[in-house]
C-alpha cells in the first residue's frame, strides 16, 4: 500500500469483479501509477503492458514473467468507497499498423523481423522514415542541403528539419493505410512519430531534448491501438552498437513514455530487450492474445 496505490485479491461483488486477474489495484492518480511502473520497469529490466478501457482510463496492467503473467486489475477511487467506474477490457487488436520504437541497438529490428517470420500474427515489416524520406518535398530538400552541405547525413537532416519531417510524414499517413490494404496483415511499422519529436538523440556531445512544442504536436500524429516500446539497460545497448550516449538513452527512454501519457493509445507494450527474442515475441502475443 502506498499513497497511490492499494493492492488487494480480486474479492470484488459484480459489476466490480475482474475476471483471471491476480490482484486488483484500487488507484489514486492514474498518471502517477504508470509512471511508477514504467520507472521500476526500467529499472529492474523487466516487461509490462498497460491496457485501457473504452473511455481510455487504465483498466489493466500485466506484468510478464518467463513462463506467466501477472495480471493487475486496475479501479480508480479510494478502497473505502465504491469504484469510480466499472473496469471493462479493451482486448480485441484489430490492428492495421503497430509502432515499434526504442533507440538504436534496442533490438527492433530483430524482434520486428522475428514477430513477421512466424507465422502466429500475420504481419510484414514498414520504415517509418520511408513515409517522409520518400515525399517529393523531402527528396528536394536532401538534394539542396546536399550542395550546401556535402557530408550531411539524412539522419542529421532529419534532426533538423524535424517538424517538417513530422508534418510531411502526417500528410502522407493514408499512404501507410493504402500499403496496408495491399499487403497481408499487420504493419509492423519501425519507429513512428514519437521519434520526430526527440532531438539531438544521436549527437556524441549535446543532450537530447523534446520539441518545445511536442504537446501539441504529439495529439496530431495518427494514434495506434498498440505501441511497443522498447528498451534495455545501456550496457547492452552499447554493445549492439555504440551511437547514442547513455544520457541521451535516458532521456529517450523518459521521452518516449512522457508523449504516450499526454496522448495515450488503448494498449502500451514494454518490453525490455535484455531477454531473448523468442521470449520478447511470446511477451508480445501473449498481449495481444489478451492473456
Given at each position: 500500500e ?9 474479492h470484488?461483488?459484480?459489476?466490480f469483479?475482474?475476471q ?6 484500487w ?21 509490462f503492458g ?23 486489475g ?7 468507497q ?6 471493462t477490457y479493451?482486448?480485441s487488436?484489430?490492428h ?10 534496442s ?10 517470420k ?28 546536399k550542395?550546401?552541405y556535402?557530408?550531411?547525413d ?10 517538417f519531417?513530422?508534418?510531411?510524414a502526417?500528410?502522407?499517413?493514408p499512404f ?19 521519434d520526430?519529436?526527440?532531438k ?11 520539441d518545445?512544442?511536442w ?18 539497460p ?15 538513452i ?9 508523449l ?5 493509445c ?19 502475443h501473449r ?5
Open positions: 502506498t499513497e497511490n496505490i492499494f493492492l488487494g485479491k480480486p470484488l461483488a459484480p459489476p469483479a475482474l483471471n486477474t491476480s490482484f486488483v489495484l488507484v489514486f492518480d492514474e498518471k502517477k501509477l504508470a509512471r511508477e511502473i514504467f520507472e521500476m520497469a526500467s529499472t529492474l529490466a523487466f516487461s498497460i491496457r485501457r478501457d473504452s473511455k481510455g482510463i487504465i483498466s489493466e496492467i500485466v506484468i510478464f514473467l518467463e513462463e506467466t503473467s501477472v495480471r493487475l486496475c479501479i480508480f477511487g479510494f478502497a473505502t465504491l469504484p469510480l467506474s466499472k473496469t479493451n482486448t487488436f484489430g492495421t499498423f503497430i509502432p515499434v520504437i526504442g533507440p538504436d541497438g533490438g527492433k529490428t530483430s524482434l520486428i523481423c522475428a514477430i513477421a512466424d507465422g502466429a500474427f500475420v504481419s510484414q515489416p514498414f520504415r517509418f522514415k520511408g513515409l517522409y524520406r520518400k515525399s517529393f518535398a523531402y527528396q528536394m530538400m536532401a538534394f539542396v542541403k550542395i550546401t556535402k557530408n550531411l539524412k539522419n542529421e537532416l532529419d534532426n533538423q528539419y524535424n517538424r519531417c513530422y508534418i510531411t502526417c500528410l502522407r499517413f501507410l493505410k493504402t500499403q496496408h490494404l495491399s499487403s497481408k496483415g499487420t504493419l509492423l511499422v519501425d519507429r513512428y512519430f514519437y520526430c519529436l526527440i539531438d538523440v544521436r549527437h556524441p556531445t549535446k543532450r537530447a531534448y523534446l518545445k512544442f504537446k501539441g504536436m504529439v495529439r496530431w500524429m495518427p494514434k495506434p491501438s498498440l505501441l511497443v516500446h522498447l528498451d534495455a545501456y550496457a547492452l545497448i552499447r554493445a549492439r552498437r555504440d551511437e547514442v550516449s547513455e544520457e541521451n535516458h532521456v529517450y527512454r523518459e521521452s518516449v513514455f512522457a504516450y501519457l499526454q496522448n495515450p488503448s494498449s502500451y507494450l514494454y518490453l525490455n530487450t535484455c531477454q531473448d527474442v523468442p521470449t520478447l515475441r511470446s511477451f508480445f498481449f495481444v492474445d489478451g492473456i
